[in-house]
């Protein structure tokens, strides 16, 4: 893996590893790009995105459910058949194993997404989950968490099954939906709090993966600045964020291995 790093890259994460050991509160926000190297794509990257020919607003909010509900459970259940087959990556496994080693140092590690593959836990991390999980259902319109797991059913052969038909709550009548926030919805209140309370008092804010281009996701890393930590990025690509202490420009998958391993030793 140093192989493939540039020496500058290596004394960056050096340099990371030394500030994160000597702080107490890291607050890490992921996004789709640790997800990457497991085999799921992005959402913004112009070839594989994963809005495809569509737009946010047809996809990933209430009005183009209510529009074409069809065409939102489609394109979700394709998601979970992309995602059924993957694994967590050396990225997923090294945020773990340091949430793991916090334990029995004196550091606190709170770990929140917005991704929602569930590799992190996979990878056996607690983690805050801002936008959902692509495992759940609910009604759209009385709420109701759908328990059926429809999402992903085995069928009599023991394959699973993605069927696109669309499923009525037996509540209400309503289209179940996927349990995850689309544009104009409020975040999870317990989640968004947590998150705010980590970024807010953490000394160390590590953003990976994300373009940093939603909100309020996004606003957590001028939160934590805002009172007084320290930011570092982890992304391959320069992002929008220009409040950023240490950026390490490398796949997290190659980045995390090597700065985790340096934090633990020390
Ligand atoms: P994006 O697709 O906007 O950004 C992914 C980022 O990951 C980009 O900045 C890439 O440069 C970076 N990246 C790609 N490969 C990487 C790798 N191997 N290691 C590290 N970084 C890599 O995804 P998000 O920022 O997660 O919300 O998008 C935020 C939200 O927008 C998503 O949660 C989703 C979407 O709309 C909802 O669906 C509600």
């Known amino acids: 893996m ?6 500058a890259v290596i004394a960056e994460v050096k ?8 702080k107490q509160r890291i607050c890490i926000l992921t996004g789709a790009g640790i997800s990457a190297e497991s085999g799921i ?3 913004r990257d112009k070839q594989t995105g994963l809005w495809g020919n569509y737009g946010v607003e047809d996809l990933a909010t209430p009005d183009g459910f209510a529009r074409d509900p069809k065409l939102v459970w489609s394109w979700y259940q394709w ?8 694994s967590p990556n050396p990225a997923h496994y090294a945020l773990a194993q ?3 080693h916090a334990q029995s140092s004196k550091q606190q590690i709170t770990l929140i997404t917005q991704n929602v593959d569930n590799l992190h836990e996979q990878a056996g991390s607690t ?3 801002l936008h959902g999980q692509l495992s759940r259902n609910r009604c759209s ?9 429809s999402s992903a059913a085995y069928d009599t052969q023991n394959v699973l ?6 499923i009525t709550c037996s509540h209400c009548d309503g289209y179940i939906r996927p349990d995850i926030v689309w544009f104009g919805e409020a975040l999870p209140v317990q989640a968004w709090e947590t998150a705010e309370t980590a970024a807010a008092g953490c000394e160390v804010f590590i953003s990976i993966g994300t373009s940093s281009l939603v909100y309020p996701a996004a606003g957590l890393a001028q939160l934590a600045k805002q009172n007084g930590a320290h930011i570092i990025e982890i992304n391959p690509d320069p992002t929008p964020n220009s409040i950023v202490d240490i950026t390490l420009s490398q796949k997290a998958g190659i980045v995390l291995p090597l700065l985790i391993e340096d934090i633990t030793a020390l």
Request: glycine share 2%.
């Open 2 to 7: 140093l192989a493939e790093l540039s020496p």
């Open 15 to 22: 340099f990371a590893a030394t500030l994160l050991g000597s």
């Open 41 to 43: 794509p992005t959402f």
């Open 79 to 86: 998601r979970r058949q992309l995602v059924a087959d993957k």
């Open 98 to 100: 340091w949430q793991y």
């Open 127 to 129: 983690v805050t989950h």
């Open 141 to 149: 319109s009385c709420e109701t968490p759908y328990q059926d797991q």
């Open 161 to 166: 099954n993605f069927d696109d038909t669309l």
